[in-house]
Nanobody, 125 residues
Framework: QVQLVDSGGGLVQAGGSLRLSCAAS????????MGWFRQAPGKEREFVSA????????YYADSVKGRFTISRDNAETTILLQMNSLKPEDTAVYYC??????????????????WGQGTQVTVSS
């Protein structure tokens, strides 16, 4: 069991930047990767980004590639999501999540077993 606390959301103008953070605790040894998902009003949850603990391999949705950067801190078991060049379409509740694997399914939400409470990101036009 992994407990996750995500934070860093806020209201920014289009073109601005925001950094999200997710702190993991509990049975973190069971986590092989951490990811970020988002859900906009009236839409289904979608994958945003993920990173593996051991190798630091990163994964990005096409919609955020080149604008978002995910990173990890193994000692602190913390994941960061640096979001640049934000667009109104990025507006959503962002959730961090932990998965015990398999890594081949790291972009699939049902693979994840622990979730943060969510943090609101709002990008104005």
């Amino acid at each position: 069991q992994v407990q996750l606390v995500d934070s860093g959301g806020g209201l920014v103008q289009a073109g601005g930047s925001l950094r999200l953070s997710c702190a993991a605790s509990g049975r973190t040894a069971s986590s092989v990767a951490m990811g970020w998902f988002r859900q906009a009003p009236g839409k289904e949850r979608e994958f945003v980004s993920a990173i593996t603990w051991n190798s630091g391999t990163t994964y990005y949705a096409d919609s955020v590639k080149g604008r978002f950067t995910i990173s990890r801190d193994n000692a602190e078991t913390t994941i960061l999501l640096q979001m640049n060049s934000l667009k109104p379409e990025d507006t959503a509740v962002y959730y961090c999540a932990s998965t015990p694997g398999p890594l081949r399914a790291v972009t699939i939400g049902t693979t994840y077993t622990s979730w943060g409470q969510g943090t609101q990101v709002t990008v104005s036009s």
